[in-house]
């Protein structure tokens, strides 16, 4: 059973060994350190056990040892903490924040588009504020949130008394280019335009702020993308050009944003292309349509027949639709037939290949196809690897020796749907469909750099481009090639090989990981840390330092590596057990890419690698940390770990905003809210707040409006009557994680769990343990839908290896 969900940043790894010291003669900056950071833009943080400070690559001290939490310099500035208050520095230590604020956070360059500099948000008296890098005020705090920061302009919003949104507008200098109260809703900006509401008409405005196209035309008007937005008008949709200008006719019934010129359109209950003149390049004739742009090698997914399952209507997911006796074909965006509609389960192209089937039965979506024979076609529609395969996986192609090769891991003999095929013998096959190797392994992995990683009789090794194991599948635990060299790890210990085989480094190294900036971090003993530069190809060691936690009863564990470039990887053990990642990702080492909260005794493993050098040492370190995560009472302890905590890092993910009053953790959630959290843990809030949707509801406040018509549109929710969504109706435990499981692709519908057992069935999965369990059947408010949400983004989706954190990352709404 899963216990710690509380790592800040999580992502997947490989295993090590245990403390060894270092070499002396590697050193660079000698080991004087009880903590260290890695190197950004030139200064590495250090501690001398109870304050930290900055040093250069010279080991000079450049700031002297006064904060109590520090951060890597980004952009000239540094995030530091002193006397327990959130401070700007530069890399001179000269200080700029204000003295009145409670406290600020750095905003990531990621979330700011079309802003150079580094902006700082700040906090006084529960509101928000904006401030640039010298500690000036550029947006006063009296804000509950921002939205995203787009064309130099960004949307901030507060609710006033009546609890009616108020929105204002400014530009990065602080000026107010749209006044508070002027609309009732302003969406982000995008290509310099935006659509804003007033009295439920639409109109839209530019980046100063004037009226473009006035109220009173259409009834929705989305976001622009490629110059053109879709609208709403007498029930129809259609696109407006930026002047309001009807570019296509007001005739389909659902449409999407345009791809690459494209764009899919639902008419008469039947899915077509058009062009950005209108065109229909492929008539609304076929049942479903999938179209996701060039990077999908502008060749279009069709199908027919079959019976529309319950989320048919969302062209978004037409990929996952794949229903019994449906039919499937390829068309490309000049309307000329790539295949004929014969497949009963297709998969969109990608790098030059399609995944196709014939035969098997589809059921009720593309997770549920099983039983027949899988291959692949290329752009022509020729079947270039031959449909006689229980299970395929994915085309990959790479450049090898200066020709552009392709592999396929295929199989036979084993069972299962598409997304939970299991057994069978592995192998690959290449670009033209010959055989690379027999189908003689467990398992088999994408090729990287001219190697596939094979699984054999639960040992990991190597073959070659020609089908030889170069390295034998003596590995319990290895990873792909990257610049000719491969972690791996031999009765217990980490190590590094080459194509040979041959281990990299000496038994005296055990830890591998990339340099930052020319320096790694190095431990000596375990408790004191230096640097080593790379004249050596040595991996520095990795630094692990001790921070008292932001709330009672926590530690924060800070790891570095001062080798540029260089990965830091670390377990982490409690009461002589790891913490089990590998019940999500299959190993004990992940990567380490921010802070380590911790709110019970632990011992952390940790080493650095990068490519072509040898790995660092192994550090280990034991924390005693005593804390009841929850007290005897039945009352939890809302402002305490560990339920503040967790409403911090879903807000740091974006994901969890609470009230104007705070994240009012000792309330009760309405059911609309535990919509909106199912929406953002899904990442569909986006396409929430742009849908053209509408629902039947007459209790539906305005700020969830769009989300509870984006919902009811794709079959996610209803109302608990035909006007009535229950809003303001409490959401107990059961309904919320009805919500989360479905989130993880799990069905009430198809059987998966019952509304009633929903809470049982987190458990079986492992999202919540069984003390939780017993917990939720008393109490049930805020502080539980945090916690159970954010366990919920760590848990495996159904059928996959992915979790919602991963889905989240690659799709850009988590940054950290």
């Keep these: 059973m899963r216990r710690l969900k509380i790592l800040l940043f999580t992502v997947l790894l490989v ?9 002396s003669s590697y050193l660079a900056i000698d080991a004087d350190y009880s903590g260290t950071g890695s190197f950004s833009e030139g200064l590495a943080e250090v501690s001398n056990n109870s304050k930290w400070g900055y040093i250069d690559t010279e080991g000079n001290l450049k700031i002297p040892f006064c904060y109590d939490i520090t951060t890597p310099f980004r952009k000239g500035r540094a995030l530091v903490v002193k006397d327990g208050k959130r401070i700007i520095i530069d890399k001179n230590g000269v200080e700029y924040t204000p003295s009145d604020i409670d406290t600020c956070y750095q905003i990531l360059s990621g979330f700011i588009y079309g802003l150079e500099d580094a902006y700082f948000g700040f906090d006084r008296d529960n509101k928000k504020g904006l401030m640039d890098k010298y500690g000036k005020k550029i947006i006063p705090s009296i804000y509950e949130d921002f939205q995203s920061f787009h064309d130099g302009l960004v949307v901030a919003y507060d609710t006033d008394e009546d609890e009616n949104t108020q929105y204002t507008v400014y530009d990065k200098h602080g000026n107010i280019i749209v006044p508070e109260g002027l609309y009732d809703y302003i969406n982000d900006y995008n290509e310099g335009l935006t659509s804003v509401t007033k009295d439920n008409q639409y109109a839209v405005i530019d980046t100063e702020g004037n009226v473009v196209i006035p109220f009173g035309e259409y009834s929705s008007i989305g976001t622009f993308y490629e110059g053109l937005a879709s609208a709403k008008k007498n029930g129809k949709r259609g696109f407006i050009n930026s002047k309001g200008e009807i570019i296509v006719p007001f005739i389909y019934d659902y449409m999407w944003l345009f791809n690459d010129g494209f764009t899919y359109v639902k008419k008469n209950k039947k899915y077509g292309l058009i062009d950005k003149k209108g065109n229909e390049v492929i008539p609304c004739e076929y049942d479903s349509l999938d179209y996701l742009g060039g990077s999908y090698e502008n060749i279009v997914l069709v199908g027919k027949g079959g019976q529309e399952s319950y989320f048919i209507d969302d062209p978004y997911l037409n990929d996952r639709i794949n229903t019994s ?7 490309n965006t000049e309307g000329k037939n790539v295949t004929p509609i014969t497949y009963d389960y297709a998969e969109l192209f990608y790098n030059g290949f399609a995944k196709v089937a ?15 024979k899988f291959g692949f076609i290329d752009l022509s529609g020729k079947e270039v690897v031959p449909l006689i395969y229980d299970h395929v996986g994915e085309f990959s192609s790479y450049l090898y020796k200066g020709k552009i090769k392709g592999t396929v891991p295929v199989s036979i003999g084993g069972y299962g749907s598409v997304y939970s095929y299991k057994g069978g013998r592995w192998g690959y096959v290449d670009e033209k469909g010959n055989k690379i190797t027999e189908l003689i392994y467990d398992e088999v992995y994408d090729f990287h750099e001219g190697y596939g990683k094979v699984l054999k009789d639960g040992k990991y090794g190597f073959v070659d481009i020609n089908g030889d194991e170069v390295i034998p599948c003596i590995y319990s635990q290895a990873r792909d090639f990257q610049g000719g060299l491969a972690m791996v790890v031999y009765d217990g210990r980490g190590e590094i090989i080459d194509i040979n085989g041959n281990e990299i480094f000496p038994e005296d190294f055990a830890i591998l990981r990339p340099y930052k900036e020319g320096y790694a971090r190095v431990s000596t003993d375990g408790s004191k840390f230096g640097y080593v530069d790379n004249p050596s190809e040595q991996v520095k060691d990795v630094h692990m330092s001790l921070k008292e936690g932001k709330y009672d009863g926590t530690k924060t564990i800070t790891l570095s590596c001062d080798t540029e470039g260089a990965q830091i990887y670390y377990s982490i053990k409690y009461n ?12 004990k080492y992940r990567p380490y890419l921010g802070p380590i909260v911790l709110n019970q ?10 490519k072509g050098m040898k790995e660092s040492k192994s550090v280990t370190s034991n924390y005693e940390i005593i804390h009841n995560i929850l007290p005897t009472d039945e009352k939890p302890f809302y402002n305490k770990v560990p339920y503040n905590m967790y409403a911090d890092l879903l807000n740091n993910f974006g994901l969890f905003n609470g009230t104007a009053k705070g994240y009012e953790l000792d309330k009760s959630g309405t059911r609309v809210e535990g919509l909106v959290m199912f929406l953002r843990l899904i990442g569909e809030e986006k396409e929430a707040l742009e849908s053209l949707e509408e629902h039947p509801f007459t209790d539906v406040p305005k700020w969830a409006d769009r989300y509870v018509a984006y919902a009811y549109s794709k079959g996610y929710t209803n109302g608990v009557s035909e006007t009535t969504f229950g809003s303001n109706s409490i959401i107990d435990a059961k309904s919320y994680f009805t919500f989360l499981l479905r989130a993880l692709n799990y069905s009430d519908k198809d059987g998966d769990f019952k509304w009633n057992n929903s809470i049982e069935y987190a458990v079986y999965i492992d999202i919540i343990s069984n003390e939780d369990y017993d917990f939720y059947q008393k109490e049930f408010k805020r502080a539980e839908i945090v916690k159970a949400s954010y366990n919920t983004l760590f848990t495996k989706i159904k059928n996959t290896e992915k979790t919602l954190y991963d889905i989240l990352r690659e799709k850009g709404i988590i940054k950290l």
Excluded: E, P, R
Aim: net charge positive.
């Design 15 to 23: 295993s090590t060994s245990i403390n060894v010291n270092a070499s």
């Design 325 to 331: 006796n449906k039919k499937f074909g390829f068309i």
């Design 358 to 372: 014939i035969g098997g039965n589809g059921g009720s979506g593309k997770t549920n196809y099983c039983c027949g």
């Design 576 to 587: 002589k057990n790891y913490i089990s990642f590998d019940d999500v990702y299959g190993w």
């Design 601 to 610: 005794k632990a011992n952390i493993t940790a080493y650095a690698v990068k």
